[in-house]
């Protein structure tokens, strides 16, 4: 793959950071790499975000990605959760940016409907999916499976926006 573009997914949680490194030449997907940021619950909160951001920034060094696309927030019932999560998204966010890469957000709901086919989907099912369309992956938990759809969306949809520019051009 002479010409192929690297994508970093990201999924982002404050206990968990899941990431996924594709490589996408056209329609041909091919798995690079993939693991889980794992901050200590008993560290500080403001360490914990710091943790997140250090590790992204050594994937990004490791795997150098020419594009990182990260899940939006799936908002909840407890809104102190909600913007923990939110804190772990920015880390997931600035890290990239500070790369100087260029970042696409996708929400939860199309990052399924992109990989398994409907908007509903559970974790078992983008595991399956992933799967088939990464073999080379492997086995993955559910937090690098979900990083790993959401590079395989940004690299179908990508395309698509990349169209739609040159025809609005």
């Not at 709901?109 to 099912?125: E, H, L, P």
């Not at 073999?135 to 169209?163: F, K, N």
């Amino acid at each position: 793959m002479t010409n192929a573009i690297r994508i970093l997914g990201l999924d982002p949680g404050l206990r968990h950071t899941g990431w996924g490194v594709i490589a996408c030449e056209g329609s041909r997907l091919v798995h690079v790499a993939h693991g889980v940021v794992s901050p200590s619950d008993r560290a500080p909160f403001a360490e914990r975000l710091l943790h997140l951001f250090e590790q992204i920034c050594d994937v990004i060094a490791a795997h150098r990605p020419d594009e990182v696309a990260v899940e939006e927030v799936f908002v909840n019932m407890n809104p102190s959760s909600t913007l923990k999560l939110g804190h772990a998204r920015a880390a997931s966010l600035i890290a990239p940016a500070r790369a100087g890469l260029p970042v696409a957000e996708y929400a939860t709901r199309a990052v399924k409907k992109a990989v398994v086919g409907t908007g509903a989907a559970d974790k078992a099912q983008i595991g399956f999916m992933v799967r088939r369309l990464l073999p080379a992956a492997g086995d993955t938990c559910a937090d690098s499976a979900d990083a790993l759809a959401v590079a395989i969306t940004h690299a179908h949809l990508r395309v698509a926006a990349q169209r739609l520019a040159r025809g609005a051009a």
